[in-house]
């Protein structure tokens, strides 16, 4: 990595602003610095992406190909400046110009195509299969609009889209030679007639509606290679893109039906939630990208290879959940229909490709499409579902004779009410490998929503961990830690690449100075927050108070409300006596909430109730202090991240399937609060468990007290804390202004209480005893940090992508 300033790169950075924007540098808009340096950028990885796709064609190269409705990218210019060793000529250049970099970064918008883990993930695969030198495309969809802006009006979310392609996106390289064709409607004909033996012939779909799909290509640099992975985006256009019969009748509505049509599968990325309306749109754009990314990757095999016998073997397809499901289909219907392959072949190659990551257990996640939704859209492909139906449940007779309650049970249409098609069960059928993202997630995974499927198919079910590039959110996010890192580890082997580097800082977390320093960087970091949050709401909060974050999407399972009753129920203890010796908290929360989730908008707005009650309560002042900060992304991220003290984790048992702002906490020193749940169970195992603050029901003992009949009630009435606390927030002692405002929300936690947020609460308290405990004892406190980023060497999504590479892909293990 240059680390030293080339006058040469500086130069030409400099004419290339000139050129760009028609002024002198220094005259140059902040905007126009920012698209130059990307394009400067560009170029470059246009050079290195040719280079890699040229070696892997001659090397006949395995290639994994990743299908993703979601890739939450955030700012790509830093990554790439430090990435590409351009940083210091990047800052040298601003510099003469008398221009502040860090400014300029700041004017990219965040490509925000992602709702929250499951995109983020993604986006951390690709920066590790680029890093690891591994030959990986991702697919995906080029909205024009990605997860909105999240305002916040008089206390509520208020969405807005994020229209960030408003100035063009000086990263993208538009592949007007890639095209292709994508169907919708129409029928099919048969070749032979229908019939169970017919279906798996060839026969041909006449779709009714033909659109095209052109590619635009990210390239993700890898960082200490010139390798790069490819994020290939698709975009919609009408075949025919005005009806000029109409336009003469002078109806100008049908002209443009076709191009508006075309043009609504990239308009927006949808929210998570599972609300049915609009879901033909989203059926039709999750088809548009299964569609498109076949036909490229088949192309591209056909080039390389000549025909498709080695597909399987040579092209891993794997599926980010879900979402992308129709790919089973599709590639069957190419290689049967388009391709001329046989039935037993064309399934063997699906097997072969595809893999399948479930990232949730939530039943109400797990998607479902209406039969005559699919027969209406995608005649063929319903018709091959058909047929791979039959086949698996014949085989399922085959091996459990006589039980009909099970083949209603895992049969790919579910019949229960109006007809659906499973597409968990279609891609496990399809798949010769799928997994969950932690331990205890892929357990519970073949114990509960796949356990048939699991005794079936008993060797298809796997575990791999989940993990978050280190270059990100480590180095870029944090450059006080990453330096001090830098000074004690050196860079040879770089640890930003070989994470497992972090495990010879253990020894220093009881040397006092490195602990001082490690301090020093994270008081930095709590500066850069407070400044932060005292800019954009107007409040002062004190960086030597601890940094209490909870920042995740607003999911009732996820018990953001569970955070609200420890700070109301704080805030009562420090109004019941004011004379002790609190110990000084900023809690800090931030999170979108899906649009049509009226009780997650619900708890923004309790937050926001209650954050103005205690705020201006002169009692608690200097001890405790509520903020939310709006608008939560991957680029807030990288200042909430490094500037935490405790990492809140608080999902019900059993719930999160993973989580990874965990490990982004844990790995800038952050402790954690949490509950026995997902990833932070493996995280615990790896720090020590003592070192981190392990409260309330595990996964065993949730299920059996929902089994045993849970009652909310009891704990409201046996618990004095938890009583007031109930009780100040449902008789509107937060909303004096419309006190019922959250009777309802409370009554559903005493006569419900799905997460089980009372069950938890007195074990929750106490263990928030214990960090402020600790918190009071610095030495004790930074040597837990220390041995938490210690620990962390296996959460680089760089072991992540080793692990799929040997298990899933059947891909040479880079070192
Ligand atoms: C659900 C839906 C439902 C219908 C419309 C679109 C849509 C988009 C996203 C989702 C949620 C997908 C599940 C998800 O994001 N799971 C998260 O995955 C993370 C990465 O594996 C994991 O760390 C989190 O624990 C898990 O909640």
Redesign the pocket.
């Known amino acids: 990595m240059p680390n030293s300033i080339d006058p040469t790169t500086t130069a030409e950075l400099l004419a290339r602003v000139e050129r760009e924007s028609g002024r002198t540098p220094d005259h140059s808009p902040l905007d126009a610095w920012m698209r130059a340096a990307a394009h400067a950028c560009r170029a470059e990885l246009a050079e290195r992406m040719n280079a890699a796709l040229r070696s892997d064609r001659e090397a006949g190269a395995k290639r994994v190909h990743y299908l993703s ?2 890739f939450l990218m955030g700012r790509a210019l830093s990554n790439a400046l430090a990435a590409l060793g351009l940083e210091p000529a990047f800052r040298e250049a601003a510099r003469q110009a008398g221009r502040d970099p860090g400014e300029i970064l700041e004017r990219e918008p965040d490509a925000a195509l992602g ?7 993604a986006a951390c695969f690709l920066d590790s299969m680029a890093t690891l030198g591994l030959p990986a495309f991702g697919y995906g969809l080029r909205y024009e609009y990605g997860m909105f802006a999240q305002r916040i009006r008089d206390g509520e979310q208020v969405e807005e889209p994020d229209d960030w392609l408003r100035d063009g996106n000086p990263w993208e390289l538009q592949r007007p030679e890639l095209r292709f064709e994508v169907g919708f409607g129409g029928a099919v004909q048969g070749l032979a007639e229908t019939g169970t033996e017919a279906l798996g012939e060839p026969r041909r779909w006449i779709p009714s509606e033909r659109l095209h799909a052109t590619a635009w290509d990210f390239i993700v640099p890898g960082y200490g290679t010139r390798r790069v992975a490819v994020l290939r985006q698709w975009q919609a256009s009408p075949s025919q893109p005005i009806d000029l019969a109409a336009f003469s009748r002078g109806d100008y509505a049908a002209a443009g039906a076709a191009k508006q049509a075309a043009e609504r599968i990239n308009w927006v990325l ?5 609300t049915a309306t609009g879901r033909r749109l ?1 059926l039709r754009q999750e088809y548009f990208l299964v569609s498109a990314s076949l036909q490229d990757l088949i192309a591209r095999h056909l080039e390389d290879h000549g025909d498709l016998q080695s597909l399987g073997a040579k092209a891993a397809i794997h599926l980010n ?1 879900t ?1 992308p499901a129709l790919a089973v289909p599709e590639l069957l219907r190419l290689l049967l229909d388009e391709h001329a392959m046989s039935w037993d072949e064309a399934l063997a190659q699906c097997k072969a490709a595809f893999s399948y ?1 479930n ?2 257990l ?1 039943p109400e ?1 797990l ?1 479902t499409w209406p039969v005559p939704m699919l027969e209406e859209l995608l005649p063929r492909h319903l018709e091959l579902i058909y047929a791979l139906n039959s086949r698996f449940l014949a085989q399922v007779r085959a091996a459990v004779p006589g039980d009909e309650g099970l083949i209603a049970r895992v049969s790919l249409i579910d019949e229960s009410g109006q007809r659906h098609v499973r597409m968990a069960p279609l891609s496990i059928i399809a798949s010769h490998k799928v997994n969950g ?2 331990k205890l ?1 892929s357990e519970l995974m073949v114990e509960t929503i796949f356990a048939d499927y699991a005794k079936l198919l008993p060797h298809r079910f796997c575990n791999v961990t ?1 993990g978050v590039t280190p270059r990100r959110w480590l180095a870029q996010a944090n450059a006080p830690l990453a330096r001090l890192l830098d000074q004690r580890l050196g860079t040879s082997p770089d640890w930003r690449t070989q994470l497992h580097r972090l495990a010879e800082l253990a020894p220093l977390a009881t040397d006092a100075e490195f602990c001082a320093q490690v301090q020093a960087a994270k008081a930095h970091n709590k500066q850069r927050l407070a400044a932060r949050i005292e800019h954009e709401l107007g409040l002062c909060v004190d960086p030597s108070s601890l940094f209490d974050v909870h920042i995740k ?1 607003i ?1 009732e399972y996820k018990r953001q409300l569970l955070k609200v009753l420890d700070v109301v129920a704080r805030y009562q203890a420090i109004c019941a006596a004011p004379e002790q010796d609190w110990l000084p908290r900023t809690v800090v929360i931030a999170g979108k909430a899906a649009s049509a989730y009226a009780v997650a908008k619900l708890i923004i707005r309790l937050i926001h109730d209650v954050a103005a009650v205690v705020n201006n309560d002169p009692r608690v002042a200097g001890r405790l202090r509520v903020v939310f900060l709006p608008n939560y992304g991957v680029s807030l991220g990288e200042v909430l991240f490094p500037a935490a003290d405790l990492s809140e984790q608080i ?1 019900t048992a059993g719930t ?6 965990n490990m982004k906490f844990a790995l800038n020193g952050a402790l954690t609060i949490g509950t026995w749940d ?2 932070t169970i493996e995280m615990a195992e790896a720090v020590g468990r003592e070192h981190f603050f392990i409260f309330g029901l595990d996964a065993v003992r949730v299920r059996d007290l929902r089994a045993q009949g849970y009652e909310p009630r009891s704990y409201y009435n046996n618990d004095p804390t938890l009583r007031a606390v109930l009780d100040a927030i449902a008789s509107g002692a937060f909303s004096p202004a419309e006190p019922d405002r959250y009777q309802g929300l409370i009554a559903r936690l005493l006569e419900r209480d799905t997460y089980l947020l009372l069950a938890d609460f007195a074990d929750y308290r106490a263990a928030q005893v214990r960090v402020d405990a600790l918190y009071r004892r610095p030495e004790a406190w930074a040597e837990r940090a220390v041995l938490n980023i210690a620990g962390m060497g296996a959460f680089s999504s760089d072991r992540t992508i080793r692990d799929y590479a040997r298990t899933i892909w059947a891909m040479p293990t880079p070192d």
């Open positions: 409705m979601e709702n929250g883990g499951l995109g983020r993930l949808y929210p998570d939630d599972s989203r959940d979402h990551t990232h949730t939530l996640a998607e993202v932690s997630h989940n999407r999911h999902s999160e399937a993973s989580g990874t702002g997902g990833a």
